[in-house]
């Protein structure tokens, strides 16, 4: 029944009445925008994407590599932006590409491969795009036939129980050889959810138990995931949710699942008259912010909570504190971004229209009641000490924008309290474009914060990618160590480090 459903919101968001792979391709008017504007707007370099995996690399070192510090930073994202002429039209379409830094007493190297999801392969063989994707439906688009049909595994990775995963949200994760990066395949955690939609934003508590969830809109199914810390499946479950939304990320407490449903929500209509699965969805401020507030032992009990209606992609952390939930997330005014600003980017387009804000809420499951407050600070992409992952926490760490001039993204990162709402800084500078910073912890430290902030950045100026590390603790020093890269990698999304 469930599989059944989420099969047919593929089937309805990508055309059911597609032409086959080999219809005549007409010239592309995303892919010309882009090229025009790459001579005018040396941003565009982060989007360009790539044909081919990327070798190994060893990269220059500048500074010591603090003790304690090694393993590998993973990095994932859309990747292959252009194929045979066509350019896909939203950011999130291209496919997956993990990144691998391996940090060592060598020093730090460097490789990237694509996922060979399904969809990448039947793409790569016919020369062109012929799957549809979250924002595009190209000309000629084969029927969907299987739920990971239009996989593309370019969001996040993961590693749990012992397997590493390149992650999506509208199907499986993809396991892969965490060393080589060669691709396994779908990871199946029953029969029963084979297929079925897996987020991209798992949570893992410190014992190691892992919750995930699945929207599968068509069905308007919110599916949920729980997973031992040995990686068997704990419980699957999926609950109907009215009006069901985009849902990228959701938090977890020691109590409860938090998700925050803003309102951009899914218009079956509009998927079966053939629109992409992005604009199958519908604004609709009117029903505000909702919060969908579960009990781990109870998900058929539902409680809703309503804020003034924004759109959120990622939270932070949650927390319980004297009987009320206490989180953190990144709240924009509309769904502007993703409607709109990341079509815009892959045309080579820029428009400073809205901008984040971080937002903290709480909700008073006694009362009903849910209050949010909104900080002066334009941010993406919290992080927090994962050793503290829904529990009492004080510290994230985000990227974020002060003064990055006219071009999209982020250029510098960010520790924020909170408590106080106290932050600070590291620019890089309007050259400089910043990806997902992580915190990873001192080997043998207690306490939240002790350890190193690390992440990724594009210099266009010098056209290299770095690879920085700071003491998490005091940001505006600058970083403790920087990799360059002679080369340029596209821009990605999500981030883990293992430790060696």
């Known amino acids: 029944m469930q599989r059944r459903d ?15 792979a080999h219809a005549t391709v007409s010239a592309d008017p995303t892919a010309a925008a882009f090229a025009a504007a790459q001579a005018s707007h040396p941003w565009t370099l982060g989007y360009v ?18 003790a304690g510090l090694a393993g590998r930073f993973y990095r994932n994202g859309p990747a292959r932006h252009l194929l045979g002429g066509e350019r896909y039209h939203h950011l999130f379409d291209g496919d997956g590409m993990v990144q691998q830094y391996t940090l060592s007493d060598q020093g730090v190297t460097h490789r990237g491969r694509f996922v060979r999801t399904e969809k990448f392969l039947a793409d790569s063989a016919a020369g062109h795009p012929v799957r549809a994707a979250f924002g595009t439906n190209p000309p000629g688009a084969e029927a969907v036939t299987a739920p ?64 995930n969830f699945g929207i599968s809109s068509s069905a308007g199914l919110l599916s949920i995931y729980h997973i031992k810390p040995g990686g068997d499946l704990a419980a699957a479950t999926s609950i109907k949710v009215p009006d069901i939304a985009m849902v990228h990320d959701f938090a977890v407490t020691e109590r409860h699942l938090v998700f925050l449903l803003p309102p951009l929500v899914f218009d079956r209509d509009r998927a079966e008259a053939g629109e992409t ?11 505000g912010l909702r919060v969908l507030l579960l009990a781990k032992d109870r998900l058929d009990a539902p409680q809703w909570f309503t804020l003034p209606a924004g759109f959120v992609f990622h939270i932070g952390n949650a927390c319980e504190e004297k009987g009320v939930v206490r989180l953190d997330c990144i709240r924009s005014p509309s769904a502007w971004a993703a409607t709109t600003a990341l079509k815009d980017l892959m045309r080579g387009q820029y428009a400073e229209k809205e901008h984040t804000a971080v937002a903290l809420l709480e909700l008073n499951p006694a009362t009903g009641q849910a209050e949010q407050r909104l900080l002066p600070l334009v941010a993406e992409f919290p992080r927090v000490d994962p050793r503290i992952v829904g529990r009492t926490y004080r ?106």
């Open 277 to 287: 699965f992005l604009d199958s969805h519908v604004w609709r401020p009117e029903l």
């Open 148 to 211: 990971d049909a239009i996989n593309v595994a370019n969001t996040s990775v993961l590693q749990h129980g012992g397997r590493f995963m390149a992650l999506w949200e509208g199907g499986s994760a993809t396991e892969m050889d965490a060393q080589t990066l060669d691709t396994r395949g779908p990871r199946v955690w029953s029969p029963d959810y084979a297929g079925m939609p897996f987020s991209a934003h798992p949570k893992i508590e410190p014992d190691g138990t892992l919750w």
């Open 395 to 500: 510290q994230v760490f985000t990227a974020a924008r002060v003064d990055a001039g006219d071009r999209p993204g982020f250029d510098a990162v960010m520790r924020l309290d909170v408590a106080t709402g106290a932050h600070e800084l590291y620019r890089y500078g309007r050259e400089v474009m910043v990806e997902e910073h992580l915190f990873v912890p001192r080997p043998g430290s207690r306490n939240e914060g002790e350890g190193w902030v690390m992440g990724t950045a594009l210099d266009l100026a010098r056209r290299q990618m770095l690879l920085s590390v700071f003491d998490a603790q005091h940001l505006a020093d600058g970083p403790l160590v920087q990799a360059r890269m002679d080369r340029v990698m596209p821009l990605g999304l999500h981030a883990i480090f293992v430790p060696a």
């Open 49 to 66: 994407g790539l044909q081919q995996d990327a070798a190994s690399m060893a990269l220059n070192v500048q500074g010591r590599m603090p």
């Open 6 to 20: 989420f099969l047919h919101t593929l089937l309805a968001a990508a055309g059911s009445t597609a032409l086959g």
